[in-house]
């Protein structure tokens, strides 16, 4: 899969930036061309580890027009998101110590605000992968997608309320419903591939889901499209949205144009442009 990204920003002034752009580290085995970060003009660049084990770029952007992009290509199975119905979930005082800080409430999943609702909705669920299932099929059937609704502020008990969002919206809700029920769930951001889906595709965007911990291992599910897809890349995982951000700007800025890809690699020999969103 060729899967890549272009920022263009509009900055008036010097302005220090964080990228977290890079595939995933998980993935790294799979890299056939690395994604290396690449900006014009061209500055120094800084890496390091975030606290979630993300690989981050700092740099600062000089004033006028400043692009970042990356361009790689991943070896993907074709096969979609794995299933395990029978998946159990463990007691809280039974999950290994690093899953905990994913029952807590967070910036976007405002669990002491859902967690009357959380059970009431799904107490009677059946514990394990059903529930969480369950979780997903609500939040599916609740919200609308609706991107010109999309808003940068906006909590998992506000979607509930407004019962629209983007996908960042139906995985936070998702998310702050899994944790009212105990069941530890993480926020990841990446690439979703339209290989296998009904044409004609969207225009190219990162996509948001989760991955829940079940039966010992953690699973991913997608409540936005509530379906097993293929073709999907982690770039960062998280509490919420707000531990990975694409892109954290420290200063004024407009961002210009915007184009994602994640399509086959072996289906475009000549790499032709990809379809701007300006």
């Given at each position: ?30 890299l ?20 979630f ?10 004033a ?70 369950a ?28 019962r ?8 936070h ?23 296998g ?10 996509a ?24 999907r ?15 954290q ?13 994640t ?16």
């Amino acid at each position: 899969m060729r899967i890549g990204c272009r920022l263009k920003y509009r900055l008036t002034q010097p302005t220090p930036l964080i990228a977290m752009l890079n595939v995933h580290y998980s993935r790294f085995g799979d890299l056939e061309r690395a994604d290396y970060l690449v900006t014009s003009p061209s500055v120094p660049l800084e890496s390091y580890r975030d606290g979630f084990g993300n690989w981050c770029t700092r740099m600062v952007a000089p004033a006028g027009d400043f692009t970042v992009s990356t361009d790689g290509i991943f070896r993907d199975s074709g096969l979609p998101d794995l299933v395990a119905p029978d998946a159990t979930q463990q007691a809280v005082q039974d999950l290994p110590f690093e899953t905990l800080v994913y029952l807590l409430g967070s910036r976007y999943c405002d669990t002491d605000l859902l967690s009357e609702e959380a059970w009431r909705l799904f107490e009677s669920a059946p514990p394990g992968w059903s529930r969480v299932q369950a979780i997903c099929d609500f939040v599916h059937d609740a919200v609308s997608f609706d991107y010109m609704k999309a808003d940068a502020t906006r909590t998992a008990s506000q979607t509930l309320a407004g019962r629209h969002g983007v996908c960042r919206d139906f995985t936070h809700l998702a998310i702050a419903f899994c944790r009212c029920m105990n069941i530890p769930a993480r926020y990841c951001t990446g690439y979703l591939s339209d290989i296998g889906e009904p044409e004609p595709y969207p225009p190219g965007d990162f996509a948001a889901w989760m991955e829940v911990y079940l039966g010992g291992r953690w699973w991913v599910f997608d409540p936005r499209n509530n379906t097993r897809r293929k073709g999907r890349i982690l770039i960062g995982r998280g509490r919420d949205a707000a531990d990975v951000p694409l892109t954290q700007t420290f200063g004024p800025n407009a961002l210009t144009q915007f184009e994602v890809w994640t399509r086959d690699a072996r289906h475009d020999p000549a790499e032709a442009p990809p379809v701007s969103r300006d």
